[in-house]
């Protein structure tokens, strides 16, 4: 009886030591201050043309494609996005020269950007080629955040003929890094 009597008395004098606790005063405005700075990383562009499928005459053509580019549809990308970059890669296994160009296209198919790239041919030697990363910042973001549509227009320079039994590939691969601000 006496412990149980003793076990009470410490219960209620721990329970009030708790009452006695240090705190301090709650500053709900640093909500205001929240900011993160999110980096997302994705697949821009792929192709993969073999040389089979660039039958020409040996001199200078022009193979044409246009895809939708609907990233900039979604508001709150657009108006979270602060910098992009595009980073391209391109392997030629072909015995013939490119320029590749990449369009950046409005919703009236007028040409906003042009990025273009020289592929020199191959010589029998691994011939891929890392370009500089194109950086989106200020007026030139801007005028991404336009972007409906990319082209590419692939040029190839004269030179011995290609048909069916032409052998190598054209390859480009590409990233988009996106830096958001979200306050």
Do not use: H, W
Request: charged letters at 25%.
């Amino acid at each position: 009886m006496r412990s149980r009597l003793l076990s009470k008395i410490l219960s209620l004098l721990f329970s009030v030591f708790l009452l006695f606790s240090c705190s301090s005063d709650l500053n709900f405005d640093q909500v205001n201050d929240f900011k993160i700075e999110p980096v997302f990383v994705a697949n821009l562009a792929y192709f993969n043309v073999p040389a089979n499928r660039l039958i020409d005459d040996g001199g200078t053509n022009i193979i044409y494609d246009v895809r939708d580019f609907d990233v900039f549809k979604n508001k709150f990308f657009t108006e979270r996005l602060k910098k992009a970059e595009f980073d391209f890669e391109v392997e030629n296994n072909i015995e013939r020269t490119f320029v590749l160009n990449m369009l950046l296209l409005d919703k009236d198919n007028q040409v906003l950007e042009r990025i273009s790239f020289n592929v020199p041919s191959y010589k029998g030697t691994p011939n891929v080629i890392k370009y500089p990363t194109e950086v989106f910042e200020n007026t030139r973001l801007d005028l991404l955040k336009q972007t409906q549509k990319i082209g590419f227009v692939v040029l190839i320079a004269a030179g011995p003929p290609l048909n069916a039994n032409s052998e190598g590939n054209l390859r480009l691969r590409s990233s988009a890094t996106a830096y958001l601000v979200i306050e």
